[in-house]
T-cell receptor
Framework: EPEVTQTPSHQVTQMGQEVILRCVPI?????FYWYRQILGQKVEFLVS????????KSEIFDDQFSVERPDGSNFTLKIRSTKLEDSAMYFC????????????FGPGTRLTVL | KQEVTQIPAALSVPEGENLVLNCSFT??????LQWFRQDPGKGLTSLLL?????REQTSGRLNASLDKSSGRSTLYIAASQPGDSATYLC??????????FGTGTRLKVLA
């Protein structure tokens, strides 16, 4: 069964460093998303991506964040200069209309900023 | 703005009980609704998806219903087991199909 994969599973970084979180969505899906979950809090939407551009972003998704689909299979989230408050679990998801917009989630990347 | 509330926030029950988790939302114009399970520190496991044209879905001991007119979905767990202990989240697409998540219900089933 197709699944969304994410790497790495856990990333530890120093404050101010750049990190890139990677996702491989399900191959025939066209819509891609990033969410984050700070420990003990609800899952929050960050950004949606379709046709090689951002279709919607939340207030959280400021200039420190960017997304890219560099090669037709990977979907990345970059945080340019990490802050302590960026520590969270980051989930990638993908969907497509014929599936009734059901979103399929990856296992997540736990980001720890020291 | 869509608001999603899950009640109760936490629940502790003895093994074998049947239980109901609730998810309420303010905007009835939803396309579908999905229930997830999340174990501590882990990812999201999809349990059930209910399309807007459906009223309920069943998978094993789980049954989810959707009443758009009242802005409510319920997840029914039959004959609960200790392995059911987890946080249960409801979510649905809003806007450009981004998902809005509820705050979750933390379930503990005691052996």
């Amino acid at each position: 069964e197709p699944e969304v994969t994410q790497t790495p599973s856990h990333q530890v970084t120093q404050m101010g460093q750049e990190v890139i979180l990677r996702c491989v969505p399900i191959s025939n899906h066209l819509y891609f998303y990033w969410y984050r979950q700070i420990l003990g809090q609800k899952v929050e939407f960050l950004v949606s991506f379709y046709n090689n551009e951002i279709s919607e972003k939340s207030e959280i998704f400021d200039d420190q964040f960017s997304v890219e689909r560099p090669d037709g299979s990977n979907f990345t989230l970059k945080i340019r200069s990490t802050k302590l408050e960026d520590s969270a679990m980051y989930f990638c998801a993908s969907s497509e209309p014929l599936g009734g917009w059901e979103q399929f989630f990856g296992p997540g990347t736990r980001l720890t900023v020291l | 703005k869509q608001e999603v509330t899950q009640i109760p926030a936490a629940l502790s029950v003895p093994e074998g009980e049947n239980l109901v988790l609730n998810c309420s939302f303010t905007d009835s114009a939803i396309y579908n609704l999905q229930w997830f399970r999340q174990d501590p520190g882990k990812g999201l496991t999809s349990l059930l998806l209910i399309q807007s044209s459906q009223r309920e879905q069943t998978s094993g001991r789980l049954n989810a219903s959707l009443d758009k007119s009242s802005g409510r979905s319920t997840l029914y767990i039959a004959a609960s087991q200790p392995g059911d202990s987890a946080t249960y989240l409801c979510a649905f697409p809003s806007g450009t199909y981004k998902y809005i998540f509820g705050t979750g219900t933390r379930l503990k089933v005691l052996a």
